[in-house]
T-cell receptor, first 113, second 115 residues
Framework: DADVTQTPRNRITKTGKRIMLECSQTKGHDRMYWYRQDPGLGLRLIYYSFDVKDINKGEISDGYSVSRQAQAKFSLSLESAIPNQTALYFC????????????FGPGTRLTVL | AQSVTQLDSQVPVFEEAPVELRCNYS??????LFWYVQYPNQGLQLLLK??????LVKGINGFEAEFNKSQTSFHLRKPSVHISDTAEYFC?????????????FGTGTLLAVQP
């Protein structure tokens, strides 16, 4: 079984709709992250959480919100989706060690029409 | 501010040829460096990492990378590539000794192995 899972794997939605992407992990890690990947831009950090009570903005948090429901669950919401939020979204986890090696989920491909 | 530069967006190479994917970083303090691989339609998988010690790091699938502090580089190499190595490769840095635990990623290099 995968250690980091994301649902849905693919989603097509319309402009203005509210969308939630979910991430679950069985690795027992405290730290969780949401990234978006765009062609030619690599991965950019949206939000990260070091524990259930700790949520931090990344470099591109505008238009997104997150919820850390439990140690194992970290959800990303688009309150009102727009076409330039069309991207591949990844969740990742890490242990609270200095190296910050991160473990990635399989990704969610989101298309906003 | 920390940054990672992967100058080559795409590297075409023939099967069984050697390859080098370049990565340069900027950071004023000690760094941890990573190479991740993304196969088509999959998430990112760790290839190798440099934390400290020997500057030559060996990873999975025959890849290795060398940390060069004076040139602020961490280039990835493989002496003989296979078709199955076709993927996108990302270099990443944690450039503050772990203080913030955030990774900064490069823009990626697509390795296209041709028969």
């Amino acid at each position: 079984d995968a250690d980091v899972t994301q649902t849905p794997r693919n989603r097509i939605t319309k402009t203005g709709k509210r969308i939630m992407l979910e991430c679950s992990q069985t690795k027992g890690h405290d730290r969780m992250y949401w990234y978006r990947q765009d062609p030619g831009l690599g991965l950019r950090l949206i939000y990260y959480s070091f524990d259930v009570k700790d949520i931090n903005k990344g470099e591109i948090s505008d238009g997104y919100s997150v919820s850390r429901q439990a140690q194992a669950k970290f959800s990303l919401s688009l309150e009102s989706a727009i076409p330039n939020q069309t991207a591949l979204y990844f969740c990742a986890t890490s242990e609270p060690s200095g190296s910050n090696e991160q473990f990635f989920g399989p990704g969610t491909r989101l298309t906003v029409l | 501010a920390q940054s990672v530069t992967q100058l080559d967006s795409q590297v075409p190479v023939f099967e069984e040829a050697p390859v080098e994917l370049r990565c340069n970083y900027s950071s004023s303090v000690s760094v941890y460096l990573f190479w991740y691989v993304q196969y088509p339609n999959q998430g990112l998988q760790l290839l190798l990492k440099y934390l400290s010690g020997s500057t030559l790091v060996k990873g999975i699938n025959g890849f290795e990378a060398e940390f060069n502090k004076s040139q602020t580089s961490f280039h990835l190499r493989k002496p003989s590539v296979h078709i199955s190595d076709t993927a996108e490769y990302f270099c990443a840095v944690n450039g503050d000794g772990g203080a913030t635990n955030k990774l900064i990623f490069g823009t990626g290099t697509l390795l296209a192995v041709q028969p």
